[in-house]
Every structure is written in C-alpha cells, then in structure tokens.
C-alpha cells in the first residue's frame, strides 16, 4: 500500500475503502465503529466509497473493501462480485464471512423445508400466508457459504466481532505495507 | 432364526474376538446384513464392547450396517474398467432396474453401486454380484442380470460362464514356468536346515514383491531373533492396488508354491502357524483355496509332522472385506486381530511386535513363490537373474489399451517400451507404473527400466493411448484414495477427501488455475505428514499426471481467476421450486460470465 | 551429549523411553498438539506435533528420544504444515466458535490462535451429524468431532466402560457410543467419568453450564496455549508429588 504514495511533497493520495454487510448483523461494522477517536487519523489515510457509513449505493474503484457476513442469498452473490471486481484487495471481516457463521447453521436443514415452516405451516402465520415470491426479493441458496467459497479473498480478520483493535490493528498494518499479523489476545473467533 | 444362526457361527470361530472380521461376514451372508442387534449378539457372545463390534462393521466396505437389498451389484470401478465402459453398463443397469446408483430399491430387491478396482483389469468390465466375481460384462449380460435380478433367480444361478476367470498370462519365466511338484520346495527347504535356507534367501537378494522392497532375508532373521510365543507367517494376499492382477494367478494356478513358500518362511523364522489374508473381492477363490489346503494335509504337505520331517506348519484363510488400507502391514495385522485395518505407531514393526504382539513375518504372494523357488534352485541362481539391485523376475499385471491384457513374467531390468512391445500397445500415450500410489511414464521416458533402482513397481502395469483423457485417469485416483483412506490421521483423511473435490470441481468446468495449485500445497502437506504410505503416495500419480499432462488440466481450467467449487444456479434450486419462480433474478452465472456482463457499477468513473 | 537433544537449538534432557514430546513438555517446551495427552498413550493422529528430526517429518509424540537428535519445531515451515492440518480440521466439521460452549476453553482453537490461523482457507464440508442430547447430564455434538480418541482411550484406560469408538472410514469416519440404539443415555456413562472431561474440542459437553465463565477468565484468553499447555502440565506433575 506505501508504494502507492507519490513522493514526500505530495500528500499522499487516500486509500478508497467500501464495507458492506452481506448475512451479517452489522456487528463487525459497529464494532469497526468501536476504533473510537481513532476513526480520525484513519479517516487522514482513507476515504469511504460505498458502505453504510456513506450510504453510496454501489462500490466504485476502491483500494480496500471489507466484507461482512456470508453469503445466504443471489444478492450477496452479487454485492460480493461487485466488491471483487472493484476492490484490489478483499478482506472477510468477522466470523459469518470467515466461515459462514451462525447463519449457516441452518445447512444441515434443506432449504425447502426451512420456508414452508417459516412461511406456511409455523405457529402464528395468518392463513393462507404463502412463501413470498416477489421478484424484488433475493432468492436464499439451498446453503450458506464463507465468502471465500464464491470469490477470491485476500485477507481474513476473524472474531464475532473482532474487536476495534483488532481491526485497527489489522488495517493500520495493511496500510503500511506489511502482512497483517494478529497476537494473542486481538485474534479470536468468538 | 437369526440368533441361532450367530450362535452358530460364533462357535464355529470358537468365540474368539480376534476372528471379529470372519464372524462379521460369516453373520452377514446368513442373515443378508449386520442388524444392529446382531452386532450386539455377536459382541455378547465373544464378550467384548458393541461399540468395538460396531466400529469394525463400520470400517469395510464390504460390511452394511443397513439393508443394501437381496442383490448387491457392485460395479468395479478402476480407470481401466471405465476405459472398457462400466459406467455406461451401470447406468444401464440401474435404468432397468429403475433405481439411482447408491441406493436401494424401494422394493429392497437389489442396490447397485461402485467399488474399488476388483483386479480383473485384463478381463473387464468386471463388478461383484452379492460379492461373486462377474467379468468380461457386455451389455447383453448386463440386460440379462436384469432380468435374472426382476425374476429373483438367487446368484449361484446365473450362467456359470459369466463367472468364468481367465489366468491371461501372456509370458512365462522362471517362476511361472517352474516345473515343481507341491512339496517339492518345501522338502529342499528342510534339507537345508533354516540357517542354510536363510544363506540362500540372503545369497538370492530376493526383495519384497509389493512394491516397497525390502529385503526378504533380514525381515526373516529379524523375525526369526526376535522374542516371541510364537512366532507367524502372513501371506498378504490383499492385492488393491488398482491395475494389478498377479496374486490373483499365482493364487488360482500357483497356489502349492505359495503354500510352499509360506511353510518355508515358517520353517525359517520358527513359526508354525500362517494366514493367509485374501482380499474380499477374490471371495470366489475362497472354497477352492480351502479345498486345496485340505488336500495337502491329507497329502502330509501341511499340518502335523510335514514331509514325515517333524515340522508342523498349518495354514488358515482370512477373508478381507474391502479396504485397500490392508494392504499396508500393520493394518492388515489390526483386521486379522478383528479390528478396523488402521496401521499402527511404527516402530515397533510386525517383524518384532506382529499378529497377536508376536514376531510376525507379512510378505507378498510373489515374494513366497519365488522364495520356493530359491530353496530348490539357490540363491546364486536366483542372482544371476534381473539386475544387481533387483534380482530375478517380477510379475506385470498389464491392462489398458493393450492388444494382449494379461500377466508378465519379466527379469528385472526389463524396459517399459519391451514389455508394451510384448502386450501389443500402440500409439501409447502414457502408463502408470504403480498403480494409483505411483508415478506416470510418459512416451519419453519408456526407455526406463522395471526395477527397484529405476521404476520400482508391484506390478501394475496400466498403459494409456493417445486417445485416453489422462485427467480422467488422475481423477479416478484421487477418487479412490478418498475412498480408500482408512481415516486415522487428519492429513489423509482431509486431505484425499479435498482432493477429490478439487478433481471433480475441474471435471465440471468450475477450475481454474487456483485449484491446481491447492492440490499441489495438499500433495506437500501429505508427503511427510500422514501415518502411512498410502497418504505419502495418494497424490504421486496425480501430481506426476498433472505435471506431465498439463494440457489435459489445461483444458478444464475456465477461469484465470476463482471459481466456486458449486454450481451458484443450483444452490438457488430450492428457493426457485419453492417460490415457483423463473424470473431473470431468480438465476445466477458462474464468476466469469457475470464479470463479462459487467455491472452497472463499473461504468462509474 | 549423553541423554539430552536438541530442539530447536536448546538442549533437552530425557530419561530412556521418553518421547520427544514427553522430554520436551518435561522441560517446558511446547509442541503443538491435539490428540496427545500426558496421562495417556500417544496415538499418532492428528499430526499437529509434525517435527522435523534430522532433517525428516515425524511425529513428536510417537518418536522416542534419542541422544544427539537435532529437533526442528518452531520453524516457519512447520507452522505452516501445521496451520493447514488446523484448516482441515475446521472445514471437516462444524467449527462455529461464537456458539460453541467450548468456545475460549478449546484445545482446538486455541492451537489455531498459537499458529496463527487467520482462515479456514479451504472449503466447508458442513457435515450434518444428528446431536445427542439424551443423556441427563451431557451432550454430544459429533459435528466438532477431530477424531482424536481421547474420550475413546478415557473410558477404555481410566473409566473401564468402553463408551465410545470410531466407526466409519475415512471422511465418514465418526463417533460412535456403545449402545445398541446408538444413544449415550442407553450406555453406562457418567458425567463423573474422565471421558466426560477428556474432550479437547466441544463434542462432549456438560448440561447446563453452558458459557458459564466469562469471556476474559477462559482458559485460553488470559495466555496463549503455549504458555498454559506446559504450566498445566507442570501442575499436574506437582500435584503427583
């Protein structure tokens, strides 16, 4: 990442990261939120393009993206996809994308059945309550994968969350150059 | 009905928990499977834990622990068996029997299903009925078995000629070629007394037949000095590697130099008790292998007071269940002992620590022939054939893409392209040396020698013309390793299982040159790191095939970039079925087409 | 020279028929490892204790020691062999910390913290093992299950009762608990057997004590399993006298 910067008079151009949450809870995000103060000297190295903090709807070129969650549905495929073809270097952030996490505990049940009892035969549905089969809506995979398990990913940063220092002890490492490490105590996969 | 049946067996194996194995499949052909309160009948009565008996039942193939139906039909399914169209004569079995391969007719009639190669390369198509060897398979017996099983005529009904075994061998030297009556081995071995015996093994530098080659006369004198009871001979006749044949001949044509070589191992290391540990899939071999043993006692060649000489030398039969694993020493010890085959912790070695914790002494089917053969004509005989390194001959099971399938008496020192030549292959494009475990010559490198210090093999000789798909062959392989690994250590079993995901994510257009290079980290990971020699060999063929064959790869790599190992469009099957939709958004392309459309996203500055 | 080797440099004694993972917990050495145990037999399988002796692969806990062996263990090489046999453990089963009551006292993740495992790196095999919640007092998910045979060699050695074994083969091999209905309430065992404690992984796990230790006062998160691996053992060899 140094080698990008343009000389010692220039000021260095800013790093573009995007995060998006894709079957996650949004806890790796507020848990990035939990760098605290020091949102600001990283806020001198980056600039955000889509993520929730910016609400940018979709991911443009970018230096950095961070992806939480798994994959469960066709629109995470395709979120991912545009996170891939955009971002030079991709990061599963926390459990769900590292592994698939809690929501893919539900792999060892067959998807089919899964939406008949949510939608149709589960307690307290109005009757004649049916699966939605709206068109604006993603349909769900018969299973939940990693991230890694439907693009390339470059770099992983487990935890449930992994903790704010974590993070910024991850992304401060990535920025300069060198190849995240994480000791005892920062990584975790709980 | 069933309980009396166990009882009756379990006497008849004087309720030894050592004979586990034999009571499982003796319990299994009386009552068509091992019902879960047959296994705790049978752990009551040989007064052992269940969860031992179950863990057994559970390890062989050959064992089901459900309901696999009155006819079991299992195709043998080595690459050579495919290259003679197996796969097409399944798939029309199963039509006609209106059932999916693996699973079991609603009817529980008949099951039909895949198995390791069953060594009737040279006679293929070949598959296992109720585990009775059926060869050469045309489609018009497959279309007549159908009808048989539909009309429940019972196995040993169907045309005899359709279990017809043929020897097939092609070049007679030495050994194939011998000219011994039974016993006649046996008493030159008396006449030299063990120690002179053993100055004549040691002279012959006669080494191990199974592949690894060691050196027969220092595995018999270790065992001879070492501490024991009682001391043991085992004939491994657990012939699994895929392509060879051999022991199958030697045991159905040969069988008195066999037992002739096992009564002499026995005469040298002190023993007199041996086994034999057949693989399941000759199961056919079974009555007239006992039959003959019979016979030599009667004769005063086995048993009590050998020769009228005073030595007492007797042999028993195991019958292995599926599981190439045995193969391997030690593990074949643990299934003679009625335990899953899983090698052990080496060292201590069988040759100290064996069968029963006794000094053990397992050789090859080939090794004890030819140790026969030494004890009539001499070491300084046997020397003088082969080369220096590897003396005297070695058997080549040779199948594929040959004019002449069949067994290959060669000397050592013999090459590659001299024994295509003897087979009649044409327009060769590559042969495996060692089966699934070992290297893959190609063209240029036919001029290489059979031998220990060159191409070392056990002697399965599996030859590919131009015409064959070698990534075909490398995925066979890898599909059997994970099948075959005994599951002990987290390399192997982890390892082979991801290997053969990666095969087959090739083999539906889903690779890319990412998931060559994961099976060439796994191929480093294995090596050194597993238990035993079938996880340090299982990735050899495919890493050799890989690197000499790479278009064959090549042609299968979709991506330059990563691919899901998953069809994405298939995981959205439910929810389509389920939502009943078919709308654009309710499908997905695999990473590439999707990059190639591009996205709205891209266009932005 | 005489009864001492040398790991990774440093000189380790040993007494004759010593392992060199036995002689190098002795001295406070630590060599990964997940299926060995001090009170019990090794078993050679999970590999994670890969040395390198004179240059070969082997493992620490099956090789006796020997005067004048020159050990590798913390070499990069190592680590990364052993973080790979660590990544097919955790995508052979169903390895999701955050819901595992295991999660902090676990054998298994916390040698992957050691080596630094940042990824399952491979992809998942997501078995789908039923549970066993029948017993009163412990459950049994096999999903986690690293085919270790702690539990197997604990109820056979210390409790006598044989509760559990393998079965299966290969990527099917599984746990399986001595019954006929395959049920652990229909076995003998007892939340008071030292199978019931063996299990270094969340397969065997105690009713109702479910995340009952705060995160922070877990096994793991106050020291690495490097550190609490061989002051474990040193405790236990005080309380031995």
């Known amino acids: 990442m140094s080698s990008e910067t343009q000389g010692a008079d220039v000021k260095p151009r800013k790093l573009k990261v995007a995060t998006v949450s894709l079957a996650g809870c949004f806890g790796c995000h507020m848990s990035f939120l939990d760098i605290d103060e020091r949102i600001l000297p990283l806020l001198e190295l980056v600039e ?74 589960g307690h307290g549905l109005a009757d004649g309550s049916q699966i939605p089969s709206d068109p604006e809506l993603p349909l769900p995979l018969n299973q939940v994968h990693a991230v890694h398990e439907v693009v390339r990913i470059d770099y992983f940063l487990p935890g449930c969350p992994p903790s704010g220092d974590a993070i910024w002890a991850f992304l401060t490492q990535l920025i300069e150059g060198k190849e995240p490490t994480l000791g005892h105590g920062l990584l975790h996969y709980d | ?309 005073g030595f007492t030398f007797d042999i028993e039969i195991h019958l292995g269940a599926g599981a190439y694993i045995c193969g391997e020493e030690s593990a074949l010890i643990e299934s003679l002992e009625g335990k899953p085959g899983k090698p052990r912790i080496r060292p201590p070695f069988p040759v100290t620590h064996g069968y029963l914790g006794q000094p053990t002494t397992v050789n090859n089917v080939e090794t004890l022939a030819l140790a026969a053969l030494i004890a009539v004509k001499g070491g300084e005989w046997f020397r003088a054939i082969g080369t220096p390194a590897s003396t005297g001959t070695k058997l080549l099971s040779v199948s594929g893409d040959v004019a002449r399938p069949g067994i290959y008496e060669f000397p050592f020192g013999v090459t590659v392209a001299e024994v295509l030549e003897a087979a009649g292959a044409t327009d060769t494009q590559a042969v495996t040396t060692a089966g699934a475990a070992g290297s893959c010559l190609a063209a240029n490198e036919f001029g290489r020698r059979i031998a220990f210090e060159d191409v070392p093999t ?12 070698m ?44 998931d060559l290079d994961e099976m060439e980290k796994m191929h480093h990971l294995m090596q050194g790191a597993s238990h035993c020699g079938l996880g340090n060999t299982a990735t050899i063929a495919l890493r050799d095939i890989l690197a000499k064959f790479r278009p064959a790869f090549d042609r299968r790599l979709h991506s330059p970039d990563y691919e899901p190992g998953f069809d994405l469009d298939a995981a959205l099957s439910q929810a389509r079925r389920m939502t009943g939709r078919d709308d654009a958004g309710a499908h997905l392309t695999d990473n590439l087409s999707a990059h190639a459309g591009g996205h709205p996203s891209e266009a932005k500055p | 020279m005489t009864n001492s080797f040398l790991l990774d440099g440093e000189e380790v004694p040993f007494t004759p028929g010593q392992t060199v993972m036995q002689a190098a917990s002795a001295a406070g050495k630590y060599i990964p490892h997940l299926c060995w145990h001090p009170d019990f037999a090794a078993h050679g399988s999970c590999k994670l204790c890969t040395v390198k002796i004179g240059g070969r692969f082997a493992t620490a806990c099956t090789t006796r020691a020997a005067a004048g062996q020159e050990v590798e263990n913390g070499t990069e090489e190592l ?163």
């Open chain 2, 458 to 469: 056990g002697g399965s000789i599996m030859v590919f013309d131009q015409s064959r798909d």
């Open chain 1, 48 to 121: 955000f393009d889509r993520s929730p903090i910016t609400d940018i709807k979709h991911c443009g070129p970018c230096d950095i993206g961070l992806i939480e969650g798994g994959v469960c549905n066709a629109e995470n495929v395709h979120v991912l996809r545009e996170f891939r073809a955009n971002c030079k270097v991709l990061i599963a952030l926390g459990a769900c994308a590292v592994n698939g996490g809690l929501p893919a505990q539900r792999n060892h049940l067959e998807l089919a059945d899964i939406l008949q009892q949510v939608y149709r035969t």
């Open chain 2, 471 to 514: 990534f075909e062959a490398a995925r066979n392989f890898a599909h059997f390793f994970a099948h075959e690994s005994c599951g002990f250590c987290t390399p192997c079993r982890v390892g082979t299982a991801v290997n053969a995901r990666l095969m087959d994510k090739l083999a539906l257009d889903r690779g890319s040159p990412y």
């Open chain 3, 79 to 241: 680590i990364a062999k052993r973080r790979t046999l660590l990544q097919l453990l955790f995508v052979e089963g169903n390895h999701f910390c955050p819901s595992c009551e295991k999660s902090g006292n676990c054998v298994l993740q916390a040698t992957a913290y050691e080596m630094g495992m940042l990824s399952p790196h491979f992809d998942h095999f997501y078995p789908d093992r039923a549970v066993d919640a029948s017993h009163p007092d412990v459950l049994l998910d096999f999903n986690r299950c690293i085919m270790c045979e702690l539990c197997v060699r604990a109820s056979r050695d210390v409790d006598g009762k044989n509760v559990f074994a393998l079965s299966g083969r290969g990527a099917k091999s599984h746990l399986i608990v001595n019954s006929e209905s395959g049920r652990l309430a229909d076995t003998d065992f007892a939340a008071t057997d030292r199978a019931a404690e063996v299990c270094p992984v969340g397969v065997i796990l105690r009713k109702r004590v479910g995340f009952a230790v705060p995160i922070g006062q877990r096994d793991y998160d106050a020291k690495p399993i490097s550190q609490k691996a061989v002051e474990k053992l040193a405790d236990s060899e005080k309380e031995a006298g």
């Open chain 2, 1 to 309: 009905m069933a309980a009396m049946n166990i009882e009756s067996i379990l006497d008849r194996h004087s309720r030894e928990a050592h004979r586990l194995v034999q009571i499982l499949r003796e319990t299994q052909d009386a009552l068509g499977w091992l019902a879960p309160e047959s296994l705790t009948a049978i752990a009551e009565g040989l007064d052992i834990p269940r969860a031992q008996v179950e863990s057994t039942a559970g390890f062989y193939s050959f064992f089901h622990t459900r309901p696999l139906g009155d006819y079991r039909i299992l195709f043998s399914d080595n690459i050579t068996d495919r290259m003679l169209g197996n796969q097409d004569l399944m798939r029309t079995l199963c039509e006609k029997l209106w059932l999916e391969p693996g699973r079991v007719a609603e009817d529980g009639l008949v099951s039909v299903d895949a198995t390791s190669c069953t060594g009737m390369c040279d006679q293929g198509p070949a598959l296992l009925a109720n585990y009775r060897t059926i060869t050469r398979l045309t489609p018009a017996r497959i279309d007549e078995m159908a009808h048989l099983i539909r009309r429940r005529v019972q196995v040993g009904d169907w045309p005899p000629e359709w279990f017809h075994v043929e020897d097939n061998i092609r070049r007679r030297d030495v050994l194939l070629d011998h000219g011994l009556a039974p016993g006649e081995a046996l008493a030159a071995a008396l006449d030299r007394g063990p120690t002179g015996l053993l100055g004549e093994i040691e002279r012959s530098a006669l080494r191990g037949r199974g592949g690894a080659g060691f050196g027969s006369d220092i595995k018999w004198r270790s065992c001879r000095d070492a501490w024991g009871d009682a001391h043991y001979v085992i004939c491994n006749a657990d012939e699994g590697e895929p392509g060879t044949f051999k022991d199958r001949v030697l045991l159905s044509s040969y069988f008195d130099m066999v037992v002739d070589g096992m009564c002499i191992a026995g005469f040298a290391i002190g023993a007199s008790k041996g086994f034999i540990y057949l693989r399941g899939e000759y199961r056919y071999l079974l009555d007239r292998l006992e039959t003959r043993l019979a016979q030599r006692r009667e004769a005063g060649l086995l048993g009590r007071n050998i020769l009228g000489r």
